[in-house]
């Protein structure tokens, strides 16, 4: 069996796989709004500016309905503000959820790296441990053939 086939095998390694895929789907759609939010906002913005600059226009075209024109004028550039005060909230909140996406998604690729070290490590304790089981056997056979051999030997000269 090879490495990676023991790895993919791991249940941890599994769940940090599974774990980095959905952050990465979750990064995706995170980028994907980000580069949305924008236009869609900025939209928004224009529509209000113009919609602002027409009343600024009616103000000061029509002397008659100055204190309606301006009211309206300044509501309109309220709602201009706001959303471009909008528009921040969502860039920062999803820059940050972008940001912190990445974190997780270094964090897992971390840990199942540690995993594999970790695995490995095992791996080579197992190796040892029979490496030093075999030794010993060698030694115990050849401890019982060198008896056996001095036996065979005090056999043929007559010592036994």
């Given at each position: 069996?090879?490495?990676s086939q023991e790895y993919l095998r791991d249940k941890k390694i599994q769940k940090i796989d599974a774990d980095t895929q959905q952050f990465k789907a979750e990064l995706k759609k995170a980028e994907a709004d980000l580069s949305g939010i924008g236009g869609r906002i900025d939209g928004e913005?224009?529509?209000f500016r113009t919609e602002a600059k027409t009343k600024r226009d009616a103000y000061d075209s029509i002397r008659s309905r100055m204190l309606e024109a301006e009211k309206e004028w300044r509501d309109a550039d309220r709602q201009f503000r706001l959303a471009e005060g909008q528009k921040s909230k969502e860039i920062g909140s999803t820059k940050?959820?972008?940001d912190q996406l990445r974190i997780r998604i270094r964090d897992a690729e971390r840990a199942r790296q540690n995993r594999i070290s970790e695995i490995e490590r095992e791996k080579q304790k197992v190796v040892e441990?029979?490496?030093k089981e075999k030794a010993k056997e060698m030694d115990r056979?050849?401890?019982?053939?060198?008896a056996r051999v001095e036996d065979q030997k005090k056999k043929e000269v007559g010592l036994k």
């Open positions: 069996m090879s490495d913005i224009e529509r940050k959820r972008v441990k029979a490496k056979r050849k401890t019982e053939e060198v």
